[in-house]
């Protein structure tokens, strides 16, 4: 590689000694942000599209390699946080930076026979990224421009661009003119001098590059010499031949990463989702893996796990990952995370098997929550990518209330819990309480017009209703008589706040129970309780 210089309205190269070599860039210390559930999100997270020109969001890929001298990470800017546009779901990144000079090609202004493509995807790949950060690149397709995509550059010299596709797996590639006028991507859609079009030097002190290359063949009028557009200093569009000067064009890489490989985005500067704020991300690694080890399980006592694990050699972190249902990297709507912290260790000591316990928080729902493991391998470094394995999902017994447990004569409840009989008198009773008090007579004529109207428009019907704290027998009755008719019960009973879902599919009515009173509900449908009465 070779530094920058700019002579005229040339871009060429020297040597990589002044700018590229890092003995003038600062020193400064490394970062590391602790990963939990307060800054990092599922997936992209938090991370947003562009709010306009030259406002985006960023993200930290990869590292720069100069002459084997030095490192530091590279930044990129998000232009779009859930693309469709190059052949899957992946996030469209940019380089905030000129990183490198190569030749176009020796002869054509082509980018699909060009040796900047085939450098791009080989030797340079090789040097910037690690292996599950190339893995995790998508190989782009895009044959037609998008609607996504701005006017591009027709030029004021009889010239013309030639749209320029990427039909040839590229996992790295350059911009074309279309792209830098994009107002969807944060680019003005002007073919005048724009600085949000401005990238700079390598090293983050902000100064700008000389200029960089499109992947954009252009058609001069008045010369026959293969040409491809630059963007100039001040953001303006230019031609110029293949190779300036001999040495070749300056170059800043894009690319598409997978959705699919993203894990979770951390927050690492600024405000979540606002413009200028920068995440590192966790991708998946297939060399890490994590699993229960065989021959044992998780144990419970109380909200505590205790995990048996077994994970591949260089897992420097064991994670557990808590979300209010399955969660799928990659998926378009992923559920809430309600926990993301290590699984702690005696003496720190992780190895490749032991034994690790997890406290499960108080939101916890015995119901729908669910509770994954993970090996990562961090970084520890804030500007750094981190790894990590599949996720495991772990199986364990689930209690319906820890104050419900017992070892006195139990019985189980439906999700393999233990729970005490009721006792004659005991509000967990299922004959008591016998009425529900400070109610109207016929407060549930509501809910019994709404299970009416369902049975008449028949197929399947979710009711919801947050009257009273007791259901009379001939109510459920018609619910299991109507199995595609799921009611869910919303009720505060003692300042706690229960929520129930009953389905005839599940359950049969017992005309022994007059009534089927606020506890005895909770304890036979398995919801959970919090101390937060529901609120309207």
């Known amino acids: 590689m070779k530094i920058l210089k700019k002579v005229g309205k040339l871009l060429v190269s020297a040597l990589l000694v002044a700018v590229l070599t890092f003995p003038s860039l600062p020193v400064s210390a490394v970062a590391f942000t602790e990963k939990d559930e307060t800054n990092t999100g599922l997936g992209t997270g938090s991370i947003s599209n562009p709010a306009g020109a030259d406002q985006w969001c960023y993200v930290y890929y990869g590292k720069y390699l100069t002459a084997g001298y030095a490192t530091f990470p590279l930044k990129y800017r998000v232009l779009d946080k859930a693309a469709t546009e190059f052949g899957g779901n992946t996030m469209f990144l940019d380089c905030e930076y000129v990183i490198g000079v190569n030749p176009f090609d020796d002869q054509s202004n082509v980018w699909a026979e060009s040796d900047i493509r085939e450098y791009l995807n080989g030797a340079f790949i090789l040097e910037q990224y690690f292996d599950a950060e190339s893995f995790a690149m998508a190989q782009s397709h895009k044959e037609e421009p998008s609607s996504k995509d701005g006017s591009g550059y027709t030029g004021s010299d009889g010239g013309s661009s030639v749209w320029t596709p990427l039909n040839n797996c590229e996992r790295i590639f350059l911009l074309d003119d279309r792209e830098v006028t994009s107002s969807f991507y944060g680019y003005g859609n002007t073919q005048s001098n724009s600085s949000n079009r401005k990238k700079y030097l390598p090293g983050g002190q902000n100064e700008t590059a000389p200029g960089w290359a499109l992947r954009t063949a252009y058609n001069r009028a008045f010369t026959t010499a293969p040409q491809t557009l630059v963007i100039y200093e001040d953001g303006s569009f230019n031609p110029q031949p293949i190779n300036p000067g001999g040495g070749g064009v300056i170059f800043a890489p894009a690319f598409n990463l997978n959705l699919s490989s993203i894990l979770f985005s951390t927050l690492i500067s600024g405000n979540a989702g606002a413009v200028g704020s920068e995440y590192k991300l966790t991708i998946k690694d297939e060399n890490l893996t994590a699993a229960v080890t065989s021959g044992e399980s998780v144990s419970r006592e109380g909200d505590e796990l205790t995990v048996p694990y077994t994970v591949s050699d260089g897992t420097n972190r064991i994670s557990i990952l808590i979300t209010d249902g399955a969660y799928t990297p990659g998926m378009s709507n992923p559920p809430a995370m309600k926990c993301y912290c290590e699984l702690s260790i005696d003496n720190d000591s992780i190895g490749t098997s032991g034994t690790g316990t997890v406290m499960l928080p108080d939101t916890f729902n015995e119901q729908t929550d669910v509770v994954y493991m993970l090996a990562e391998k961090l970084s520890y470094d804030d500007h750094l990518t981190d790894y990590a394995s599949n996720l495991t999902e772990l199986s364990f017994t689930r209690f319906l209330d820890s104050d419900d447990e017992t070892e006195d004569d139990p019985t189980s409840d439906s999700k393999g819990g233990k729970v005490k009989p009721p006792k004659d008198g005991d509000p967990k ?108």
């Open 429 to 536: 009773d299922p004959k008591g309480p016998k009425e529900p008090e400070e109610l109207s007579d016929n407060y549930l004529d509501g809910l019994y017009k709404m299970i009416e109207d369902a049975i008449k428009e028949g197929g399947p019907h979710t009711l919801y209703w947050d009257q009273g704290t007791a259901l009379p027998y001939d109510l459920m009755k018609i619910l299991e008589e109507h199995p595609d008719i799921t009611l869910v019960f919303y009720y505060t009973y003692q300042d706690n706040y229960y929520k129930v879902t009953i389905s005839g599919k599940t359950f049969k009515a017992n005309p022994e129970v007059e009534w089927y009173g606020p506890l005895y509900l909770h304890l036979v449908f398995a919801q959970t309780s919090t101390v937060t009465p529901i609120t309207y």
